[in-house]
């Protein structure tokens, strides 16, 4: 064998035996590697992190405002709207506590809470009931840690002749009965006694109640915090020694009751619609009066 023959022929093995005996790639039909189970690995299939939807914003709800009747009567429940706004990508659940500020005091808590479920992106209002106040004057109420305040005033009491009106120390009233005319018959010391009314007036009496609901001894409205109106005109009640049918009221036990006639003179023109009841008197915790209608 010449020379050239033989190099030609030693690099062609030399060539052979530096691939060690590695296999090939594995390929798919289309040339694509693959690995020994044949799952493709080319760069363009999607990996899991960029199949998966993107994660949703966190829930973020917020009161945005809240409100209360202009006006509220004493003795009665108002309601309290809260309007929830949730910005977040979830929808979340809320709880918040109602706080109240009555007349000149701070700010305190209440048994209220405000309760709702806010879907993404969406806003509720949500009302509750706020407990009764016994007395005359302004209200705030707002939830804790929000800035929203709304504001309110209760004032008096507006009910029907019948009805009746619990007083903050636990006293019920009532005024029934309410008679307007000319002549007044009640029991004096001398038996049933008939008595005029002076200055040519006419007679509106009614009956008022009072019993004592608490556990404890509380005061009842004296006949000096009722009058008779008609309009601005005041009518209060008329002394009559021996009446025996009087209303007293004063210091009544627990259960006690203490109920009588509450007469009073009216000008001789007044008519029974015309006219309403009142009570008006200011206690330690402020003041309280309600009003009967005596219109049909």
């Known amino acids: 064998m010449d020379r050239?023959?033989?190099?030609?022929?030693?690099?062609?093995?030399?060539?052979?035996?530096?691939?060690?005996?590695?296999?090939?790639?594995?390929?798919?039909?289309?040339?694509?590697?693959?690995?020994?189970?044949?799952?493709?690995?080319?760069?363009?299939?999607?990996?899991?992190?960029?199949?998966?939807?993107?994660?949703?914003?966190p829930a973020s709800v917020a009161v945005t405002d809240v409100s209360v009747p202009s006006t509220i009567q004493i003795g009665t429940e108002g309601t309290l709207s809260v309007t929830l706004a949730n910005t977040g990508g979830r929808s979340a659940s809320f709880t918040g506590a109602v706080e109240s500020r009555v007349g000149t005091g701070e700010w305190a808590s209440t048994d209220v809470t405000v309760e709702g479920s806010?879907?993404?992106?969406?806003?509720?209002?949500?009302t509750v009931g706020l407990p009764s106040n016994g007395y005359v004057e302004p209200a705030s109420y707002r939830l804790a840690d929000a800035d929203p305040v709304a504001r309110t005033r209760f004032v008096p009491r507006a009910i029907a002749v019948g009805e009746t009106h619990e007083l903050p120390n636990g006293v019920v009233l009532s005024v029934s009965d309410v008679v307007v005319g000319e002549r007044y018959t009640y029991e004096g010391s001398d038996g049933e006694t008939t008595a005029d009314p002076p200055g040519g007036d006419k007679w509106a009496v009614?009956?008022?109640?009072?019993?004592?609901?608490?556990?404890?001894?509380?005061?009842?409205?004296?006949?000096?915090?009722?009058?008779?109106?008609?309009?601005?005109?005041?009518?209060?009640?008329?002394?009559?020694?021996?009446?025996?049918d009087r209303y007293r009221g004063g210091e009544l036990e627990p259960g006690e009751v203490s109920e009588g006639d509450l007469p009073t003179n009216v000008p001789v023109s007044a008519e029974r619609a015309d006219l309403r009841g009142k009570y008006?008197?200011?206690?330690?915790g402020g003041r309280v009066t309600v009003r009967w209608h005596l219109g049909e």
Request: charged residues 20%; proline residues 4%.
């Open 206 to 244: 009614g009956t008022v109640r009072a019993e004592n609901t608490s556990e404890e001894s509380a005061r009842a409205p004296l006949v000096s915090d009722f009058a008779f109106y008609r309009g601005d005109e005041e009518y209060s009640y008329r002394h009559l020694g021996d009446n025996r």
């Open 280 to 284: 008006s008197e200011d206690l330690d």
């Open 118 to 126: 806010v879907p993404a992106g969406e806003t509720v209002t949500e």
């Open 4 to 57: 050239r023959a033989f190099l030609a022929t030693a690099a062609a093995v030399t060539a052979g035996c530096g691939q060690d005996g590695t296999a090939e790639t594995a390929t798919d039909a289309t040339g694509t590697a693959t690995d020994s189970g044949g799952t493709a690995t080319d760069a363009a299939t999607p990996t899991a992190a960029s199949a998966t939807t993107p994660t949703a914003a």
